[in-house]
């Protein structure tokens, strides 16, 4: 059945980057993208990014600068990583399954990260 | 960026209930293919959301019929028409007509 499941730390301190794995089983991410979306009680839920299946990436403008998601096909991995983070970049971090810019039918359990000193 | 506003915040039910669900987009979310980019997910505490309906009307794999959506344009329905115990959670409803995709503030249905 469709998986994802996400990796990563739960504390990161102010201006460090925070780098998540998401790893996919029972479909291939050469058919699918892989969104990122995250949820904080402040902004609600916001999306950040995809990788499609071709390779290219598309993102959040408000987030272009420091947001980087990239993919290892033959390992079914999804790679995230964003810089510079601070206070209100604490929220929870999914990743999520779509075609195109679709409906997200499948989404990881969710990261969930602090940003504190 | 196109705005998603539901209404109400919060919807006290009692089970068995009919309840529907608005939402409104800031923008006509109908896309030059002709379908409407609406989606709706539920989430339950402590999960990740779960799409119910998408593209206006057509139910995810598994989901009840007793769930239906409906609208045009910019205006959005979500009805549940008798609501079960396994149904209460936060519903969101989300864009996917224009990037970046986004998603209303959610509607928490809870018992009464």
């Known amino acids: 059945q469709v998986q994802l499941k996400q990796s990563g730390p739960g504390l990161v301190q102010p201006s460090q980057s925070l780098s998540i794995t998401c790893t996919v089983s029972g479909f291939s991410l050469t058919n699918y993208g892989v969104h990122w979306v995250r949820q904080s009680p402040g902004k609600g839920l916001e999306w950040l990014g995809v990788i499609w299946s071709g390779g290219s990436s598309d993102y959040n403008a408000a987030f272009i600068s420091r947001l980087s998601i990239s993919k290892d096909n033959s390992k079914s991995q999804v790679f995230f990583k964003m810089n510079s983070l601070q206070a209100d970049d604490t929220a929870i971090y999914f990743c999520?399954?779509?075609?195109?810019?679709?409906?997200?039918?499948?989404w990881g359990r969710g990261t969930i990260l602090t940003v504190s000193s | 960026d196109v705005v998603m506003t539901q209404i109400p915040l919060s919807l006290p039910v009692s089970l068995g209930d009919q309840v529907s669900i608005s939402c409104r987009s800031s923008?006509?979310?109908?896309?030059?293919?002709?379908?409407?980019?609406l989606h709706w997910y539920l989430q339950k505490p402590g999960q990740s959301p779960k799409l119910l309906i998408y593209?206006?009307?057509n139910r995810f794999s598994g989901v009840p019929d007793r769930f239906s959506g409906s609208g045009s344009g910019t205006d959005f329905t979500l009805e549940i028409s008798r609501v079960e115990t396994e149904d209460l959670g936060v519903y969101f409803c989300s864009q996917s007509a224009h990037v970046p995709p986004t998603f209303g503030g959610g509607t928490k249905l809870e018992i009464k």
């Open positions: 923008q006509s979310l109908v896309h030059s293919n002709g379908n409407t980019y």
């Open positions: 593209k206006l009307s």
């Open positions: 999520a399954r779509s075609l195109y810019y679709g409906y997200f039918d499948y």
